[in-house]
């Protein structure tokens, strides 16, 4: 249970990855939206709702909802998410910031929490080739909307959910923390 407002597990479908060696993963894609006493969060995104198959190998197998539809049926609209945790930078936590058919936010009221670390590493991997999973349009967008707010390590979003840099998955990974 989460100890302060509302948790809810939101579906952005599934992702089906062909691997070199022959096998396949499939990935869920399931943000987390927070309804805290003063705010909604949502701790990451999920994918850019206006995806068009631009990793060769990978397949969306999309929700039966679309995410505003999910939120609607909370009673919200992606205008009231106040803020976005983004974990990382990977298409299928970061990607559903940006719309890129629309070349739009997805939540024009929000502050995008990311590490500076992630973008810069995102954009390093992307010149030399090396990341399949970032898209460079939306880092390009990250660093020059004035929504996205660049952390240096742990920080606090209010009293009730700290953030902590984990690095591990990748070197600017995050974590929120309830309390
Ligand atoms: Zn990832």
Known sequence: MFPFGEAHELD????????A??????LPVAPCMLRLTQRVV??????????ADRVE???W?????DLAAQLEALGLTLDDVGDVVLTHLHDDHGGGVFDRRREA????????????????QGLDRAARGGERFVSPVLLDWL?????????????????EL????????????QIALAG
Not at 21 to 26: A, E, F, I, K, V
Not at 42 to 51: E, I
Not at 163 to 172: E, F, L, N
Request: proline share 8%.
């Open 143 to 159: 660093l020059q909307t004035p929504q996205a707010v660049h952390h240096h390590g742990d920080w606090r979003l209010c009293d």
């Open 162 to 173: 700290a953030v902590t840099h984990t690095g591990g998955h990748t070197p600017g990974h």
């Open 57 to 59: 190998g990978v397949e």
């Open 21 to 26: 060696n022959g096998g396949r993963l499939l």
């Open 42 to 51: 949502l701790v990451d995104a999920g994918l850019d709702p206006g995806l």
């Open 61 to 65: 197998q999309r929700p039966v909802r």
């Open 12 to 19: 952005f479908g599934r992702l089906l990855i062909q691997r």
């Open 105 to 120: 936010p997805v939540f024009p009221n929000a502050r995008l929490h990311v590490q500076e670390l992630a973008l810069w």
